[in-house]
T-cell receptor, first 112, second 115 residues
Framework: AQKVTQAQTEISVVEKEDVTLDCVYE???????LFWYKQPPSGELVFLIR??????QNEISGRYSWNFQKSTSSFNFTITASQVVDSAVYFC?????????FGAGTQVVVTP | EPEVTQTPSHQVTQMGQEVILRCVPI?????FYWYRQILGQKVEFLVS????????KSEIFDDQFSVERPDGSNFTLKIRSTKLEDSAMYFC?????????????FGPGTRLTVL
């Protein structure tokens, strides 16, 4: 069975610090997708990135970057130069044939 | 840009009452989903729906739950007799493809409060 683990429950940083969120997954599938979602205090789920299992290239989008390491089954997410607006819960998710499995989420608190 | 919409944004009900949560998926999508998030917890899969029938459902999705696509646009989740523990945010999602190439687009959620 698939499993997604986000071991960090909460990370607190001061504005402009970098923050890295860990995500580890377990699966026997060879084809799968991994996602990151942001959930701000307003409650909606904001899609950040989707990665398929065959593409291990790291990706950067503005202040966000993702490091996919298939050898360690990890898909980590880094926010560079954090801002107060980055304060939210971040969820890693695994796509198991159309059924998203979410990790427990990491609460990021960015203080000025 | 097309988006998934959900109504109402917040529903308050008494224990034992029936509730219907409504979703309008993106118009050309064929796959529909409901997820649940109890306050402070992770998002959990409830059910997937394709071709007018349930494709997969989780253990949470017991006989008290049902889904329907009553017309060409709406996708509903019905809870027959609500319990206190049904209080949660319910997210609808829709997608256009099957299997692992299915990107799911989420609605803004309906917060259900059972008193």
């Amino acid at each position: 069975a698939q499993k997604v683990t986000q071991a960090q429950t909460e990370i607190s940083v001061v504005e402009k610090e970098d923050v890295t969120l860990d995500c580890v997954y377990e699966t026997r599938d060879t084809t799968y997708y991994l996602f990151w979602y942001k959930q701000p205090p307003s409650g909606e789920l904001v899609f950040l990135i989707r990665r398929n299992s065959f593409d291990e290239q790291n990706e950067i989008s503005g202040r966000y970057s993702w490091n996919f390491q298939k050898s360690t089954s990890s898909f980590n997410f880094t926010i560079t130069a954090s801002q107060v607006v980055d304060s939210a819960v971040y969820f890693c998710a695994f796509d198991s044939w159309g059924k998203l499995q979410f990790g427990a989420g990491t609460q990021v608190v960015v203080t000025p | 840009e097309p988006e998934v919409t959900q109504t109402p944004s917040h529903q308050v009900t008494q224990m034992g009452q029936e509730v219907i949560l409504r979703c309008v998926p993106i118009s050309n999508h064929l796959y529909f989903y409901w997820y649940r998030q109890i306050l402070g917890q992770k998002v959990e899969f409830l059910v997937s729906f394709y071709n007018n029938e349930i494709s997969e459902k989780s253990e949470i999705f017991d006989d008290q739950f049902s889904v329907e696509r009553p017309d060409g646009s709406n996708f509903t989740l019905k809870i027959r007799s609500t319990k206190l523990e049904d209080s949660a945010m319910y997210f609808c999602a829709s997608g256009s493809l099957s299997g692992t190439d299915n990107e799911q687009f989420f609605g803004p959620g309906t917060r259900l409060t059972v008193l």
